[in-house]
């Protein structure tokens, strides 16, 4: 019996063709002997919703549950978008990340050397970029009670959604993001709307209050919008960046357009560890989205994929050396200048998904 | 008795020093005859707390709800970061802003030839940028009810805010957007988060409804994340972009830190028309804030706020010749190679608030 399990879904769009490069991977250490991965894999998204008229099966979501880890594609495109709102391709996601609970986002931007003249920002500002945006990602406005359209009459309609936020959700996350600064910069910021906004002003009293434990950490509060300029303007005073949700979505989007390396951003979602076992639910998946317009084309980058899935057998499996080989093979093949076309760069080889796959899987 | 009335809220930090380059400008207009404005002053954010224990007084408000138009300086600091939440700063402009109903914030992100350099971003990406981002000021998460924290016992609290939009309040700021299209770049760029907000959905569903009035407009959707993302990645693709509060709080914050000109960038807030005089309620703004860090020094940038100012002469009393004339003075003063320290640069001079304030009056 294989000791650990894997449940792939791939999604739409390139999701697809970019796990096929993690399978193959993963076919690859298991024949080495140096992972022992059972894999199953399932549908979600406009995938699930085609051949079962929902973004994600029961049955799937139970698998994902029963899994050791999940590793997710992407999901989403025009085909879908005039799906019903409770089945578009991005309920899968959310009801994913809310049944497994996994409150702990962490969003790398890393700025690839190879890759630091690719970035729209001045070199300079970028080269050697490394934060870790941490968000919170099963509460808040994503998934706050009421979230309604009324119709008032009069061709009048009424749109609500409700941020929520309860003391331990904040609590945990920003101990993550203590946690994972120790092992770092030694640096947090915590942004929000404490200006504006009640949970804001929870927001920042309860992380105030978990660095109390954490004195060697420097803490410091930006308002999510200064946030945002600063990421623009001098990135690289940031070191680890502990927001909510939907600051989170955006934040950890600029953060990863700035390193000019989008199309190589894994990103691991965790859940609290199990009080028996320890164990933490986990949920892998590349920061970019489904890309339709260049879906089965086999042109895809299959960077952030295979990254994430590094994550993942750093995370969920305490592999941390194969981990790192993974790691450094990608900077390998960026080093002797293979691009796929995302990164395409004069005196680049401009290659495609299979053959990036394939040559990461060479340098292994 | 002076035709046209105007409300001075300088604020706090450099808001009180960069007014008075404004009050130097207005009295020389007033001097030429070119205008004939009268103008009061009042108190507004730390300053109005401090002598009256308020953000600004029910008398203040009543006298901006009076003027023609109120230029406001900034507001906030350190100093009050432990003033209760009702009375902080930043409670004087919310109030003002629902209080006017001024629902349409216009914020200009241009990028000054001379300062393209200045920019974080490349040169050529930034160079010539022209983007209008129409921000909805009077609704949504801002003053949505409930808004509140709630103590559940045992250390535990609930904060909640609450992102409410109707009908008439989107479709009111949408019709702004393009009708500010038809005088530029014909092209507007919706952003929400419909794949997660109800709020979000309305909001396209009225978006699409109201650009059927305007078959001359390009209208296109676009995700807050992605919005955030392009506008990093090739900003030149924008022209006009209308969004909720929350997100246009953020995404004018980036598209202003693009150009390299905050301290440059003017915004102004506008109510609708009366319906008898016509006449808008009108509140302009500099886009960046009252930064504490260095107030009192006399090397504040006064440019937003006498482009402030000259949005106010455009866009409420319809000068735009005299407002051109205060633009072009702006442009030809730093193409003299005057900046002041936030945006000093080789083989320029770096002057101070009252020479830079100076040499934009000398040239008029
Ligand atoms: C697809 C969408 C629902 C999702 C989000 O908003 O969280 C995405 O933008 C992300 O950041 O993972
Ligand atoms: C000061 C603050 C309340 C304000 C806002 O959030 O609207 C500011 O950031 C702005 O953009 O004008």
Redesign the pocket.
Do not use: A
């Given at each position: 019996m294989a000791t650990h399990s894997l449940f792939l879904l791939p999604g739409d769009g390139i999701g697809t063709e970019i796990m096929v490069e993690v399978e193959k991977l993963i076919a690859w250490t298991n024949a080495e002997g140096l992972t022992d991965f059972s894999t199953d894999s399932g549908l979600a998204g406009g995938a699930a919703y085609d051949k079962h008229g929902v973004a994600i099966t029961d049955e799937d979501v139970a698998k994902a549950k029963a899994a050791d880890a999940v590793i997710f594609g992407a999901v989403g495109g025009p085909k879908w978008d005039n799906a019903p709102y409770e089945h578009r391709p991005e309920a899968a996601l959310l009801r994913l990340r809310k049944e497994l609970a996994v409150f702990a986002n962490l969003r790398p931007a890393i700025c690839y050397p190879a890759l630091a003249s690719a970035s729209s920002l001045k070199k300079e500002l970028v080269e050697g970029l490394d934060i870790l945006i941490v968000r919170e990602l099963t509460g808040g406005v994503y998934f706050g009670e009421p979230k309604t359209i009324t119709d008032l009459g009069n061709g009048q309609k009424r749109a609500v959604d409700t941020q929520v936020y309860e003391t331990y959700e904040i609590d945990r996350i920003a101990r993550v993001a203590f946690d994972l600064a120790r092992t770092r910069g030694g640096k947090v910021h915590s942004a929000d709307?404490k200006?504006?906004m009640k949970s804001g002003v929870l927001w920042d009293e309860v992380v105030r209050n978990v660095a109390k434990d954490y004195a060697d950490v420097e803490l410091h509060h930006i308002?999510a919008?200064n946030a945002a300029m600063q990421l623009v303007r001098t990135p690289k005073q940031f070191d680890v960046m502990v927001t909510d949700n939907l600051f989170g979505d955006i934040l950890s989007d600029v953060a990863a357009m700035l390193t000019g390396s989008l199309g190589m951003l894994p990103s691991a979602s965790l859940g609290a560890p199990d009080p028996v076992t320890g164990k933490r639910k986990a949920f892998y998946e590349p920061v970019h989205g489904s890309a339709p317009d260049i879906a089965g084309k086999g042109i895809a980058n299959p960077i952030a994929m295979i990254a994430s899935f590094a994550m993942a057998l750093r995370y969920s499996f305490n592999m941390i050396e194969l981990a790192s080989q993974v790691e450094n093979a990608i900077a390998a093949v960026l080093d002797d200048g293979l691009r796929t076309g995302d990164i395409a760069q004069d005196n680049c080889k401009t290659v495609g998904t299979e053959e990036m796959g394939a040559a990461i899987l060479a340098k292994l």
């Open positions: 709307k200006n504006v308002l919008d």
